[in-house]
């Protein structure tokens, strides 16, 4: 249980300077997550209202999973603040992502501002036995 | 009623600033000491509200809510939304983070003017709700003309 919860974890600052550094203005935001893991894959849900897909950057290397979303600004041109509530800005989160996962089949879908990403486990490799060769 | 509302993610390491909490540290931080000892009093939906001339315009960050789950109803200058999100439904799994809200939601807000309650237009993109409200006429006002003799 306890290796469970730790195949997952937040990246606390060991992540190299060009990966922190935002690449536009703006506040950033972390987004509340839901991580899950079921039989052969882990789930992760993420809350990105007003991020398109196309302003969706998902990112894994070297074993972090980045999510960096672009929030468009829906404010009518012209209007006058009455109540602000949220602010615009980038959602950003990274996670350290365990060996087992089969990064080659990884599913991200994005519906109604809610990225849903199915990272599938890799299946644990056949025990091999090895033969020792008497001379 | 609330049953888990937007919390910061939680983490006994590393105090993650969460829009919210930043947010509650911009209007209170001198009030209520450092940042990350607050635990956020949140409501949802967060809203955004903005006018112009004839309208105002009203955006609600409800992801992962569809559109016939939603109730929005308008009376005056009142705007209600209700409605509710469920949590994702998985069997014999075990949960690494849960900090996405779910649960049912209602809250109503008054405007600082009356709307025209049969032209409002409500419109649901990318887990945002964004409503336009025109003011109605007598919040509109009327110029008065000035008689001379």
Redesign the interface.
């Known amino acids: 249980?306890k290796d469970?919860?730790e195949?997952?974890q937040?990246v606390?600052?060991s992540e190299p300077a060009e990966v922190v550094e935002g690449t536009r203005p703006g506040?950033r935001?972390?987004p509340?997550?839901?991580?899950?893991?079921?039989?052969d894959a882990?789930?992760l849900?993420a809350?990105?209202?007003?991020?398109?897909s196309e302003d969706l950057r998902i990112d894994l290397r070297e074993g972090t999973l980045t999510l960096e979303g672009e929030v468009?600004d829906?404010?009518?041109e012209?209007?006058?603040?009455?109540?602000?509530?949220?602010?615009r800005?980038t959602y950003f989160r990274q996670f350290r992502l365990a060996e087992t996962i089969d990064q080659e089949h990884i599913d991200a879908k994005l519906?109604?501002?809610?990225l849903t990403l199915v990272l599938p486990k890799t299946k644990a490799p056949a025990p091999r036995r090895i033969a020792v060769q008497s001379a | 009623m609330y049953v888990r509302t937007f919390r910061s993610p939680q983490n006994p390491w590393l105090p993650e600033p969460s829009r919210l909490l930043q947010d509650m540290e911009r209007l209170f931080g001198a009030v209520w000491g450092p940042p990350g000892e607050v635990e956020p009093a949140g409501v949802f939906p967060p809203l955004d509200v903005t006018r112009d001339a004839g309208h105002f315009y009203v955006r609600a960050e409800l992801p992962g809510v569809s559109a016939d789950e939603l109730r929005i109803s308008v009376d005056k200058n009142k705007l209600s939304l209700a409605g509710s999100r469920s949590a994702p439904q998985a069997e014999g799994v075990s949960y690494h983070r849960r900090e996405r809200a779910a649960g049912e939601f209602d809250r109503t807000i008054a405007l600082p003017a009356e709307v025209d309650v049969e032209a409002v237009q409500a419109h649901y993109e990318d887990g945002v709700l964004a409503i336009t409200l025109p003011l109605s006429d007598s919040a509109k006002g009327r110029r008065i003309q000035v008689q001379t003799t």
């Open positions: 249980m469970n919860g195949q997952l937040k606390a600052g506040p935001h972390a509340a997550v839901d991580i899950f893991e079921g039989g882990i789930t849900l809350d990105m209202p007003g991020v398109r468009r829906l404010r009518p012209g209007a006058v603040e009455v109540l602000r509530e949220y602010a800005g519906t109604d501002g809610v």
